[in-house]
T-cell receptor, first 111, second 111 residues
């Protein structure tokens, strides 16, 4: 069966510090991968989307970037965090049937 | 555009009462998906509807897709405290494997 992992689960970072969140998927190959941000417990905003290694589509201009160095690894990064980057970051994967399966998420607080 | 509108935004019911959330689109949907997110958790895929007028049931949950494929509903019969959470509908974008999520309906159940 497929599983998706995200770490860390929670993170508190000062403004201006870098960020690296990692997501890995097991039990499937060549998945579509997604990064979402959820603010205030409502609404899922798609940040990045990837159909394969090195292929990243950015949905909104922002302070974040994403990379996919391996088939089942998706990384969300920032060089300098802003207060507005606080939120719940969710990684998800999908295959051809389009339903998405989410990881447990990372709660980021920028102070 | 491709947005989906969910109503109500919030509902507080007595345990044992029924609950319905609606998802509406101004354009025809190729399919509609429903997700549930428990408080503090991540969204979990519930179901996908693709056919006009389709009705699917999962125990106390009934999902419907409108005849015109522009709206959908999720009905919970005799709510239980385990039903609390936010229910999201999502539509597939016209191109690619991305989803557009509704803002969600928050359900609270009083015991």
């Amino acid at each position: 069966s497929q599983t998706i992992h995200q770490w860390p689960a929670t993170l508190v970072q000062p403004v201006g510090s870098p960020l690296s969140l990692e997501c890995t998927v097991e039990g499937t190959s060549n998945p579509n991968l997604y990064w979402y941000r959820q603010a205030a417990g409502r609404g899922l905003q798609l940040l990045f989307y990837s159909v394969g290694i090195g292929q990243i589509s950015s949905e909104v201009p922002q302070n974040l970037s994403a990379s996919r160095p391996q088939d089942r690894q998706f990384i969300l990064s920032s060089k300098k965090l802003l207060l507005s980057d606080s939120g719940f970051y969710l990684c998800a994967w999908s295959k051809r049937t389009y339903e998405q399966y989410f990881g447990p998420g990372t709660r980021l607080t920028v102070t | 555009g491709q947005q989906v509108m969910q109503i109500p935004q919030y509902q507080h019911v007595q345990e044992g009462e029924d609950f319905t959330t609606y998802c509406n689109s101004s354009t025809t949907l190729s399919n509609i998906q429903w997700y549930k997110q428990r408080p503090g958790g991540h969204p979990v895929f519930l179901i996908q509807l693709v056919k006009s007028g389709e009705v699917k049931k999962q125990k106390r949950l009934t999902f419907q897709f409108g005849e015109a494929k522009k709206n959908s509903s999720l009905h919970i019969t005799a709510t239980q405290t385990t039903d609390v959470g936010t229910y999201f509908c999502a539509r597939r974008r016209e191109y690619g494997n991305k989803l557009v999520f509704g803002a969600g309906t928050i359900l609270r159940v009083k015991s």
